[in-house]
């Protein structure tokens, strides 16, 4: 365990903590929140924005419902978007950018020209136009956040496959007559997915960030669903008079973000530290 | 001759992508969405309605064919009609696009203006407590949710403090009572040409905020760009050989090391004008700012695809050109861009 | 403060150092890039010093200049320049009395401005002349380094250079400090043979010409012989021969002297094996009993590993060693 801090340091084994906090509020949200009825929408309205107090502990909203309730309910919706966008982006990244990265010529020419048609959108704009387009739901809006995600993957893997691929144990492989599909999925996958790996988890932080964004834009869950950037957008009629109403998702957004963005920090300093013991 | 090539081959792409946004703004407004006809018709059409519309959308068409006439109206500034107002949205864009470009191209200033000094800073003071606090920011900037930030700073310099306006682009006593004439858009400008000063510190009142809001995060990258950037060339010879020829601490930490920090600077101009471009969807909604973000947002709740298309568009051939713009501007003040 | 010279008669001493140490703490105790150095420069001659890697040349130019990292100790029990004690004040000469020549000109050189504004920073750091004047000063400093079309040179960057031309820019900004004595680190390794060949004679030529002092840091015993006055030999960070050039490179006293220069590839007859030195030099973390060469050295008595060598030799020429006569 000490071994473990030490490898992680203090801030990055802190921001560990954090997230598995949120991760089992999340996954146990029926069990853990106090009202879990109100959590999943059901309203109150007999106790309409109420300040924060022992029966409610963070308060409760405009339809009388438990902050505190809905905050932990809302983190499934936040920790699973941020989770799946970066999944769904290293789905579609990662072939994407090995195939490039492998084949060269005129197919590398042609996906990182596709690659920079998508990056040249101020992402978020981009994922608005999409979940417009898709429709409200939060699967719709997880999509629309990967489809600005990916080419970020592809680029990355393609530069991973660059340098992999001048490697002589890879070319070593290659004059022995390894077949080419063979060298491409055990030598050059791994090397090239595990630095994409570490990039994912440092981006899982502003994943959930942009999806928030969209939610509080009206494009992410549908309501009665908790979810944080909605949350906030409902709490901004009443803010800063009711601020409990806006500032427990707000500060749950940035609390989760923050220790995604650290722990990254701190699993991409260890990852650095390894590779320059090994060359 | 190779500076040459490099910028041929830079805007030849830029031309490029600028093709390739246009055609997947217009798969994305006009073939995902599942009938754009229903929602051109109005609320509750009749199915004359709807086909009738069909034909004004001109749907039928092939799908090339369609796309040809897209680009075309576009390329000639000919957005359409918002399916909601019934406005042409060129109109509309003449006045929203300038605030926001306003927005964006201060919060940009305000992010150099704060980041690039902090990190030169930093790096020559590595470990003090101006270091320890700028580190510690840019990791907070980083995980803040925009629209949250902005929030928090209503509440504390309007709300507590009292000292900066709430929301709007001026006070309503001048933009209902002694409006500026609109000339260019840009209310600082427009406010200089003409000779109103006071009309000038109102509107440089209601900009801080958004776009303090909007230059948080990129600031904060500005800060650690510039911090690891000047660490390394603080240590490269030629600091040295300065240094041994007798030059001045400031004159090697502003004259010989600021310069080769140039690239990461200029990088940070892009990336934080991105940003706030991206923000500014949020960030205007919540300062009640009239520009292309509250537009877009206005328009998604309506379904208003052409209007959304057309801001995305625009927004994102700002983008564009001001990459472009940049990457050209790295070859000028590092010659060696271009050999690479 | 008198020096012996080459030709045996004295002449005003420039830089004496007597005992000179750099100490650098580290996590494996404290590294002596520069154990003990005496070097002792007259004016107007070019004075090689003379070593391997490691063995503490450049930290003793670093220094001179007051450029050792904030870390390090430096003491000495005297340093003086130009009659004055300077142990404090190194730093105060750079650039004005004391310049330095790099090794690398690529790097030495800001890559993003251009030649005419490296030349003007240093010159207006230097004097209150006007734009124009300074202007004029630089384009003359980059002719008497014999760069053709300075006024046009003044407006390229260091990557359009060749290697031969940026070191001569680098000299014309040494020269334009107005030091009279400049610290030559390296200045033609980075270089192809014949330009450094060039750049020798132009260093050679400016000592003349403007009465300047050289101190020639360098592992090429080549380089010794083309242009250097006296010269130093250090090891291990000791200087442990001091002498005129020409007497160091044919009746070289002290042994890791006389192993150098057999080392060198036109030293062995034909068909023959280079002689090289066997073993290395101590590491800078121990410190040393007897003498440092005692290891590695020819012609090792006992009393080499226990016993510090005594300085042996007169007038202008002195070594360390504990052998009576001369290097076998």
Known sequence: MSAFVRRLGFGGTLCLALIVTFALLALFAPWLSPYPDQGMGTPNVIAKLKPPAATFWLGTDHLGRDVLSRVIFGARVSMSAGLLIVAFSLLIGLPVGLLAGYFGGWVDEALMRITDVFLAFPALLLAVLLAAALGPGLLNSIVAVAVTWWPWYARMARAEVLVLRGQPYVEAASVMGVSQARIAIRHILPGAARPLLVQAALDVGPALLTASSLSFLGLGVLPPTADWGKMVDEGRKFFPDRWWVAAAPGVAIFLLALAFSVLGDALRNREGGKRRDTT | ?340 | MRCATVKGASAVTLLEIQGLSVTIPSALGPVQAVRSIDLCIARGEIHGLIGESGCGKTMTGMALLGLTPAYAQVAARVIEFDGVDISNSAADLRGRRIALISQDPAAALNPVLTIGRQMDDVLRTHSSNSKAHRAATAVALLAATGLADAPQLMKRYPHQLSGGMQQRVVIAQALATGADFLIADEPTTALDVTVGAQVLALLRKLVVDRGLTVLMITHDMDVVAAVCDRATVLYAGLSVETGPASAILTHPRHPYAAALLAALPDAAPRGQRLAAIGGQIPPSTETISGCAFSPRCPAVMALCHTMSPPARGAGNHRWLCHLAQCAP
């Open chain 2, 1 to 340: 001759m190779d500076l040459v090539r490099y910028t041929l081959r830079r805007v030849f792409l830029s031309a490029f992508v600028v093709v390739g946004v246009t055609f997947l703004v217009f798969v994305v407004a006009q073939v995902v969405p599942s009938d754009p006809a229903a929602l051109y018709a109005g609320p509750r059409p009749t199915a004359e309605q709807i086909a009738k519309a069909r034909v004004t959308l001109d749907l039928d068409a092939p799908l090339p064919q369609r796309f040809v006439s897209f680009a075309t109206a576009m390329g000639t500034g000919d957005f359409g009609v918002s399916y909601k107002s019934r406005r042409l949205i060129s109109q509309d864009l003449r006045v929203y696009l300038p605030a926001t470009l306003e927005l964006a191209i201060f919060s940009t200033f305000l992010a150099l203006l704060l980041g690039i000094p902090a990190g030169v800073i930093a790096a020559a003071r590595r470990g003090s407590w101006l270091d320890r606090i700028g580190s510690l920011g840019s990791i907070l900037s980083v995980a803040m949710p925009t629209f949250f930030f902005a929030m928090l700073l209503q509440l504390v310099f309007s709300q507590w403090l009292g000292i900066l306006p709430l929301a709007g682009r001026l006070s309503q006593q001048i933009s209902i009572s002694d409006p500026l004439p609109f000339l260019t858009g840009f209310n600082l400008i427009d406010a200089v040409t003409a000779a109103r000063p006071a009309v000038f510190l109102d509107a440089l009142a209601h900009l801080i905020l958004p776009a303090l809001t909007l230059a948080a995060y990129p600031a904060g990258i500005a800060m650690r760009l510039t911090r690891a950037a000047m660490i390394e060339i603080l240590a490269r010879r030629h600091i040295v050989a300065a240094r041994a020829l007798g030059l001045s601490a400031p004159r090697i930490l502003f004259g010989h090391a600021l310069p080769n920090a140039v690239g990461p600077a200029l990088t940070v101009i892009g990336l934080s004008f991105a940003y706030a471009l991206t923000g500014a969807v949020l960030v205007e909604i919540i300062f009640a700012w009239p520009g292309l973000g509250r537009y877009v947002s206005e328009a998604i709740l309506s379904k208003d695809f052409p209007v959304i298309a057309a801001a995305t568009l625009v927004v994102t051939l700002c983008y564009v050109m001001m990459n472009l713009v940049i990457d050209l501007t790295q070859t000028l003040v590092d010659p060696r861009v271009a050999l690479t």
